[in-house]
């Protein structure tokens, strides 16, 4: 079992690195919200491509000292995309308490530059969270772009949320059947949100 969940995992790294090229093929002829999730796309690739050179041509042990640039670009862009869908100038504001929330984590321990950061990555995402809510709110009222890239973001991370609640404990080598559980529940869900990102882009921008 572990090793399909290991495949899913390969399988959405693949996907986060083919993502790029399919919507830099619009990015001058859509909307600015969709410019913006592109760049999001491409950070996230390079990332990702840079995670797997360590580990894999460098022989790294592990990775996690490229998490914090993972997880704060993805709340960064992810709050810019939100504030391009909704237009709500204060997101400009909770989106700044929140990075200066978890900066004040890294100045006030420097080696969580070294592991994962389960406060900082839940509080981001919970932000995130509540700006895909508010998105399905307006989506009520009036239609909109994105809706199928939004329930993806929604839902794996409300997922992700109890993923790195959880903390290091998931990151153990010994397992329990519950850090087993969450775990692979994250990696189906992102396996969706990357499926969502396909769909989203052939229904509605594949022909433009």
């Known amino acids: 079992m572990d090793q399909l969940f290991n495949f899913f995992g390969e399988v959405v790294v693949c996907f986060s690195l083919f993502y790029p090229f399919l919507y830099l093929k619009g990015f ?4 600015k919200a969709f410019k913006v999730f592109t760049i999001y796309l491409v950070g996230i690739a390079i990332i990702q491509f840079t995670m797997g050179v360590f580990v894999h041509l460098f022989n790294y042990d592990t990775n996690l000292f490229l998490f ?5 670009f993805q709340f960064l862009a992810l709050s810019y995309f939100y504030k391009t869908l909704l237009g709500y100038r204060w997101i400009y504001f909770v989106t700044s308490i929140t990075l200066l929330f978890v900066l004040f ?8 530059l070294y592991k994962y950061n389960p406060l ?16 399905f709110y307006r989506l009520l009222a009036t239609k909109g772009e994105f809706l199928i890239v939004n329930i993806g973001v929604f839902f794996y991370l409300l997922v992700s949320i109890v993923f790195f609640a959880a903390g290091n404990f998931v990151f153990e ?10 775990r692979n529940l994250n990696t189906i869900f992102y396996f969706i949100f990357q499926i969502l990102i396909l769909v989203e882009w052939w229904k509605n921008y594949a022909k433009k």
């Open 173 to 182: 080598d010994n397992l329990s059947t519950m850090s087993r559980i969450i």
């Open 68 to 72: 914090v640039y993972y997880f704060i």
């Open 120 to 135: 900082g990555a839940a509080v981001s995402q919970i932000v995130i969270v509540f700006y895909s809510l508010l998105y």
């Open 105 to 112: 984590q890294y100045i006030d321990n420097p080696q969580l």
């Open 28 to 31: 001058t002829k859509n909307s």
